[in-house]
Nanobody
Framework: QVQLVESGGGLVQPGGSLRLSCAAS????????MGWYRQAPGKERELVAA??????NYADSVKGRFTISRDNAKNTVYLQMNNLKPEDTAVYYC???????????????WGQGTLVTVSS
């Protein structure tokens, strides 16, 4: 069974930092996109940061504050979030476009979501 498992959310004060982790597991042949989306109450889900076919993409609202990194050997991505603001409060979802074995079938995966709350 292929899946994404997230960790690292929580409550933090404005200006603080958090680090999210997302590990892909199962019979994965390759991953051509992996990153983070978020959904705030009453809003649509939006891309935060992602590796997409060799490039790194960030939402304008997080540039300079968030950094995405990865460990290819572990099929894991991280999101380092600094200088957090109340408007960063949302459920953060890991997302990956994978090719899975044994049939080399393309499969998009979503994590279960982890809540980030920025509040004093």
């Amino acid at each position: 069974q292929v899946q994404l498992v997230e960790s690292g959310g929580g409550l933090v004060q404005p200006g603080g930092s958090l680090r999210l982790s997302c590990a892909a597991s199962g019979s994965i042949f390759s991953i051509n996109k992996m990153g983070w989306y978020r959904q705030a109450p009453g809003k649509e889900r939006e891309l935060v940061a992602a590796f997409i076919t060799g490039t790194t993409n960030y939402a304008d609202s997080v540039k300079g504050r968030f950094t995405i990194s990865r460990d290819n050997a572990k099929n894991t991505v991280y999101l380092q979030m600094n200088n957090l603001k109340p408007e960063d409060t949302a459920v953060y979802y890991c997302n990956a476009n994978t090719r899975i074995l044994p049939a080399y079938r393309d499969l998009e995966l979503w994590g279960q979501g982890t809540l980030v709350t920025v509040s004093s």
